[in-house]
Each structure stands twice: as C-alpha cells, then as structure tokens.
C-alpha cells in the first residue's frame, strides 16, 4: 500500500525538527560577559576595516582623478 506523500512530508518534518531541538540541547552557550566582549571585538574591527578602506578608496580616487584629468 502507498503512503500518502503528505503524510510522510509531515512525518519528516517532525522528526527533523525533533533532531534540531536535541542538537540545540547540546550547545555550550557563552556567558553574556564573554558575548558581549566580543561583540564589541567585532564591532570595533568592522569600523576600522571599513575606515582603512575608505581611506584607500579616497587615495585611489585623486591619484585616478590627477592622471585623467591631465590626458585631456
């Protein structure tokens, strides 16, 4: 006899949520002090990255503009 394929999509679908929910159960979550710190760790990064790269770009910028503004 055939399953119906709804069925065994529901069927499916349960059983992996089951298994996400005990993985979820085996996490070692960071304390918020250690959370936080590096939070902070990252966001600082990101500013100066993106600080260093738009220095970079302005650098870029007048060196191109100089040169093609002088070919014509």
Same mark, same amino acid.
């Given at each position: ?22 993985? &979820? ?22 500013? &100066?990255?993106?600080?260093? &790269? ?19």
């Amino acid at each position: 006899m055939k399953s119906n394929p709804v069925s065994d999509f529901i069927k499916k679908t349960k059983q992996y949520l089951y298994e996400v929910r005990a993985e &979820l159960g085996k996490i070692v979550w960071p304390e918020k002090d250690k959370a936080t710190k590096t939070t902070y760790v990252v966001v600082i990064f990101i500013v &100066l990255v993106t600080a260093f &790269l738009g220095l970079i770009d302005v650098f870029f910028s007048k060196i191109f503009s100089y040169f093609f503004s002088n070919l014509a």
